[in-house]
């Protein structure tokens, strides 16, 4: 069949409903009903986020005051949003195969195997590029500039551009839930199972374009945020006295210049041999599957570091202000970042101990992936020591922690375990490497997310989140991971294969049935996140924390108001020392009337060109995987079009007189004088209004 003029390859086949009508089984039948709900279930979503704002006229001030900003502080929550709106699909979508696993016995469930594999690529690509990417970036957008002491990044526009190749990465992968299907290739994409000839209809090659979207967007992040900590510091920052999220925000920073590219490479080979007939990774047309897998790893290691070094970074902030104390051996936690982001790039070829290479070869790659727990043991001790004799105060963010130490710590050792390769010999593929890996990555790195968006959350809007239901959501959290994960390192050990859509063993039926509960504790800790949020904004008067410093912070973005202004800060700080803004407290300051008085302030004016990438490159990842060629040249020429036009565009900044800054300056000022100061003690009842009594003075009096 030759594509269609307009449509390339689209036609009937590809709607939600397609399934249901051709099903000649049950199991089809049950099958296309549940990709039809997802598919009815993201487009209502979608209507009634649409209705909501033209109801509420939100369409202009969501142009002008949100998709077209270059400010850090809100392209670092439109990230976050990205993340935790993507969260929702992938945790009901773990939901959905945990209830095929249980119920898969003896061919038994609710999937066709194509469909479950549908399920477990998008959810893996979902998780990784559309949960973790976007909302660590939010974070260090967020809070990196102001704990530098800077403006913004240095480059905003690129800062927004960046944030459009991702929206438009996500937005493909929800495409594909209602124009279907989406690749059953995992989202390793390994070929040569995601070749043309295995795979020829379109889900191989919705992967290709969501990710290598948004691994561009991530490259540039890179080299943005790495840019930034060099140039941007404020006077007497340097880079010993950074807080230490900012010295893993620099490290994951490098991270993604280096580790990016590889995938983009890969992604884009594979596309070549997709699009037109080359044969990088098929073995019989001269080419080697084992160059996508070394290309893709050659990424994906370093990846899971980009993942969990900033996590690391907020629980250094957690521990150390939850515990009223400085953080114990920054040095060496500097130092263990450090080479931790090095090792990272030297243990690759883990991930394909069984494919055949020399017994020696493995021995090197096992030794060299064991001596990450050198550095990552030392930030364990380091932690558990920032607490001892210290005050700590079990706050939200302070129970995901605990629960990280204790949680990452058994991942940590069954990683451990893993590195040996004649032990990986016997459990590759199996659920062993599946618990391992959510071993880490939700203790470690969403538990790390979650608990930063907590910390800073009333730095952004103003006000704190609900603690009660925090308790909750983290409680769930923990309890539905150990019930979701636990039982597969068993059923892996017992030989249980991961990807697995039906088994005729019945002794893996409890434990399944014991992650199904997992799953379902996890989607009520989502839920219970949500909640958290709608009672928050119910409350925000009672939770108000307007002067901007609620629980009695260390680094220069609590001295700030809550919300930080535009502006960040109204004259350049100056730091001399580590911890900055607790050092002004201890003086029995603020960030004071700066002496040469207000001046004007420059920032960047606000682009489209942002809002356009995103949704030129959507359409241009539709197009080419449906082979519309038309949509396709329009589209990178609506992107290229762009870039020359704002070539033209000639008054790119913005002037905020002294004027707008000395009224602000003034009114927080008078706000902060007029405010009674709280204890540790009392930081989560209504007398909280943001305003700490340092450590040091309650310790005196
Ligand atoms: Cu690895």
């Known amino acids: 069949m030759t594509p269609d003029i307009l449509l390339g390859r689209l036609d009937a086949s590809a709607l939600p ?134 403006r913004d990044v240095s480059f905003p526009l690129l800062n927004s551009v960046s944030l459009g190749l ?84 620099l490290c994951t920073s490098i991270l993604m210049i280096f580790a990016m590219p590889p995938l983009t490479v890969a992604t884009g080979l594979l596309a070549l041999d997709r699009y037109l007939g080359f044969h990088v990774f098929t073995n019989d047309g001269g080419g080697n599957v084992m160059l996508f897998a070394n290309l893709f790893w050659l990424f994906g290691h370093p990846e899971v570091y980009i993942l969990i070094l900033p996590a690391f970074g907020v629980w250094s902030e957690v521990f150390s202000t939850f515990s009223g104390k400085g953080i114990y051996g920054y040095f060496t936690l500097v130092l263990a970042t450090m080479c931790i982001a090095v090792l990272s790039f030297t243990v690759w070829v883990h991930h394909f101990f069984t494919m055949g290479q020399s017994a020696d070869l493995n021995a090197v790659f096992g030794i060299a992936t064991m001596t990450i727990s050198i550095p990552t043991g030392v930030k364990i001790y380091d932690w558990m020591l920032t607490m001892y004799r210290g005050r700590v105060r079990i706050t939200v963010p302070m129970v995901y922690a605990v629960g990280f130490l204790f949680l990452f710590v058994l991942g940590g050792m069954s990683g451990v375990l893993l590195a040996n390769p004649s032990i990986d010999f016997q459990v590759h593929n199996t659920l062993f490497l599946v618990a391992h890996f959510h071993n880490m990555l939700i ?174 490159g959507t359409a241009a990842g539709f197009a080419l995987t449906w082979y519309i060629w038309w949509l396709a040249a329009l589209s990178v020429a609506v992107i290229v079009g762009a870039m020359i036009a704002r070539g033209f565009v000639r008054d790119a900044w913005r002037t905020i007189p002294a004027a707008t800054v000395e009224a602000h300056w003034t009114a927080w000022r008078a706000l902060a004088d007029a405010t009674p100061r709280v204890r540790r003690s009392d930081e989560l009842r209504p007398a909280n209004r943001g305003h700490a009594v340092p450590a040091a003075e309650e310790r005196s009096t």
Not at 71 to 98: C, N, P, Q, S, T
């Open 166 to 249: 991702t929206v438009a990465g996500a937005a493909l992968v929800m495409i594909s839930l209602v124009i279907q299907p989406f690749s059953t290739g995992g989202w390793s994409g390994y070929p040569p199972f995601t070749e043309i000839s295995f795979q020829p209809g379109a889900g191989p090659d919705y992967w290709i374009w969501a990710v290598t979207l948004s691994s561009l967007g991530s490259t540039l992040s890179g080299i943005n945020f790495t840019v930034t900590i060099y140039k941007e510091r404020c006077e007497g920052m340097r880079l010993m006295r950074m807080p230490m999220f900012c010295w893993t925000s």
């Open 17 to 150: 409903w397609h399934e249901i009508t051709e099903a000649e089984n049950r199991l089809q039948l049950l099958s296309g009903i549940v990709g039809l709900a997802a598919a009815l279930l993201a487009v209502v979503a979608a209507l009634a986020v649409a209705a909501i704002l033209t109801r509420r006229r939100g369409w202009g001030p969501l142009w002008r005051d949100w998709a077209t900003s270059l400010d850090h502080k809100k392209i670092g929550i439109m990230y976050v949003v990205v993340a935790f709106a993507m969260l929702a699909r992938g945790v009901a979508e773990a939901a959905v195969m945990r209830l095929q696993q249980a119920l898969g016995a003896d061919g038994g469930g609710i999937l066709t195997p194509d469909h479950f594999g549908q399920l477990f690529s998008t959810h893996g690509t979902i998780m990784i590029f559309f949960v973790a990417m976007p909302f660590l970036t939010g974070l260090i957008n967020f809070v990196m500039p102001m704990q530098i002491g800077a």
């Open 443 to 616: 203790p470690g790195t969403l538990f790390g997310m979650i608990a930063g968006y907590t910390l800073w959350f009333p730095k952004a809007f103003g006000f704190r989140l609900d603690d009660r239901w925090g308790y909750r959501a983290a409680g769930l959290w923990i309890v539905g991971f150990i019930l979701a994960f636990f039982p597969l390192y068993l059923l892996g050990l017992m030989g249980m294969p991961r990807r697995l859509v039906g088994f005729f063993e019945e002794g893996w039926l409890p434990l399944t049935l014991a992650a199904l509960a997992g799953a379902g504790c996890i989607v009520l800790a989502v839920i219970a996140l949500g909640v958290q949020l709608a009672v928050s904004i119910r409350r925000r008067e009672a939770l108000a924390v307007p002067v901007g410093d609620p629980w009695d912070g260390r680094s220069l973005e609590w001295a700030l108001p809550a919300p930080a202004p535009e502006w960040n800060f109204p004259t350049d700080p100056v730091v001399n020392g580590r911890d900055a803004f607790m050092q002004l407290k201890r003086q029995g300051g603020h960030l004071d009337r700066p002496e040469g008085g207000f001046g004007d302030i420059r920032v960047p004016r606000e682009s489209a060109i942002g809002p356009i990438v995103a949704v030129a």
